[in-house]
C-alpha cells in the first residue's frame, strides 16, 4: 500500500517547486517564512482572552510596563520580520502602513518579490472570539535587482501576483495558497505544529445557496445590488431559492465558507463610499486570484474583472462580487440590467 502520512505544508511547496515558473526554490522559501509566520500569529490570537497586553489600544502601557500592541499591529510586525528575514522579499504594502516598506538591506536589496498583505483582516472581531484571517499576495518586481524597490513594484495588475492566499484564524487554522496551478488548503495540526495538507485541489461549486453582503447598508446601495438581493430572497423551488443570508464580517472567513459550500460575497460601492470598503492590492486581489484558481469569479460588479484592474494607489478600494461562478454572473446581470440612478 502507499504511504498515505499525510504530507505538510514544506513537504507539498517543495514537492511542487519544479512546477514554478521561476523554480529556483526562492518562492517555496517565500512561502515556508508565510507558514512559520502564521504559527506565531496563531498562537497569540488563541491567547487573545488570556494575555491583556494584545488587546487594547496601541500606545497604552500595562502594569508591567510593556507597550501595549494590538494584535494587528502585532501581526504586521511578525509577517514584515518574517519576510524580511526571509532574504528573497525587498519590500512590503500593508494595510497597516500608509508608504510602502522598503527592505534595504544589502540581501533583501537581491530579493525578486514583493508582498501586498493585510496582516490581520476582521480585526474587529478578535475580542469577540470570531474568526480573523492573514491575507497575502505575491508578485515579482518590476525595478531591476539590486535597487531599492518602489511603488510601481507593487502597482501590478492582479494577473500578474505569482502566488497568494490566506490564513484563517477559527475553528482550526488553516493556511488555503495559489501559485495558479489550483487552490490547495492545509490545516494546523497543534499537536505537531504543522500546517498539514486537507484540501488538495479545492474546487468551488458553480452553483450555492448562500449569499454575504453586510445589509446594513441596504439603503445606500445601487439599486441592481437592491434588486439582485431581493431576488435572492424570493421563493423559487426551480432555483433553490430563497437563498440563505451568511455574513461574519471577515472577508477571509465569509469567503473561506462559501469556497467550500457555494456561495456569492458581496461589497459593492455605496453612496457613502463609491469604490466599496475593501482594497484592491491586499485583499481583492488575492481573494480573486484563489477564487478563480478554484474555478470561481470576481469582479467588481461593472463587469470588470479584478485581476485585470490597474491598480494606480497602494490602498486603493474596489468593490467585489466573487465566489461561485453563476452566482457572481447572476449579480452581474442585474447591475447591467439595473445601470445606476
Ligand atoms: P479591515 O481590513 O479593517 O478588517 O476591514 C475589512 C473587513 C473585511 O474583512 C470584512 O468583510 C469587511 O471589512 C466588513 O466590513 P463591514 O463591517 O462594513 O461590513
Ligand atoms: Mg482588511
Redesign the pocket.
Same mark, same amino acid.
Given at each position: 500500500m502507499a504511504n498515505s502520512r499525510i504530507l505538510t505544508l514544506n513537504e507539498v511547496i517543495i514537492q511542487k517547486q519544479s512546477a514554478f515558473p521561476y523554480a529556483k526554490g526562492e518562492l517555496s522559501r517565500l512561502l515556508m517564512h508565510i507558514g512559520l509566520a502564521a504559527k506565531i500569529v496563531n498562537n497569540k490570537i488563541n491567547k487573545a482572552g488570556l494575555e491583556t497586553s494584545i488587546i487594547g489600544e496601541v500606545d497604552n502601557v500595562n502594569v508591567q510596563g510593556e507597550v501595549q500592541q494590538k494584535l494587528d499591529v502585532y501581526a504586521d510586525e511578525v509577517f514584515s520580520k518574517a519576510l524580511q528575514a526571509s532574504g528573497i522579499v525587498c519590500g512590503i504594502a500593508s !494595510?497597516e502602513c500608509d508608504e510602502i516598506i522598503v527592505f534595504d538591506d544589502e540581501m533583501s536589496k537581491e530579493g525578486s518579490y514583493v508582498i501586498c498583505m %493585510?496582516p &490581520? %483582516? /476582521? =480585526? =474587529?472581531n478578535i475580542d469577540v472570539n470570531v474568526s480573523v /484571517?492573514t491575507i497575502f499576495s505575491i508578485y515579482r518586481r518590476i525595478s531591476p535587482v539590486g535597487d531599492k524597490v518602489t511603488n510601481e513594484d507593487f502597482l501590478q495588475p492582479g494577473i500578474k501576483q505569482v502566488a497568494a492566499g490566506y490564513i484563517i484564524y477559527g475553528s482550526s487554522t488553516m493556511l488555503v495558497y495559489t501559485t495558479g496551478l489550483g487552490t490547495t488548503g492545509f490545516t494546523y495540526d497543534p499537536s505537531i505544529g504543522e500546517f498539514c495538507m486537507s484540501h488538495y485541489y479545492m474546487v468551488t461549486p458553480k452553483n450555492g445557496q448562500i449569499y454575504s453582503i *453586510?445589509e /446594513? *447598508?441596504y439603503v445606500k446601495f445601487a439599486s441592481g445590488v437592491k434588486k439582485y438581493l431581493k431576488w435572492c430572497q424570493e421563493s423559487d423551488k426551480d432555483t433553490g431559492r430563497p437563498l440563505t443570508s451568511r @455574513?461574519? /464580517? =471577515? &472577508?477571509?472567513a %465569509?469567503f473561506h465558507r462559501n469556497l467550500l459550500k457555494g456561495g456569492i @460575497?458581496l @461589497?459593492p460601492k455605496t453612496a457613502s463610499a463609491p469604490n466599496g470598503? &475593501?482594497?484592491l492590492l491586499y !485583499?481583492c486581489n488575492p481573494i480573486a486570484f484563489l477564487a478563480e484558481q478554484a474555478g470561481g469569479m470576481a469582479t467588481d460588479g461593472y463587469g470588470n474583472r479584478i485581476l485585470e484592474i490597474q491598480p494606480t494607489n497602494i490602498h486603493q478600494r474596489v468593490p467585489l462580487f466573487v465566489g461561485s461562478k453563476d452566482m457572481v454572473e447572476k449579480a452581474e446581470e442585474f447591475m447591467r440590467e439595473n445601470p445606476d440612478d
Open positions: !494595510e %493585510d &490581520l %483582516d /476582521g =480585526s =474587529s /484571517g *453586510n /446594513g *447598508n @455574513y461574519i /464580517g =471577515s &472577508l477571509v %465569509d @460575497y @461589497y470598503k &475593501l482594497r !485583499e
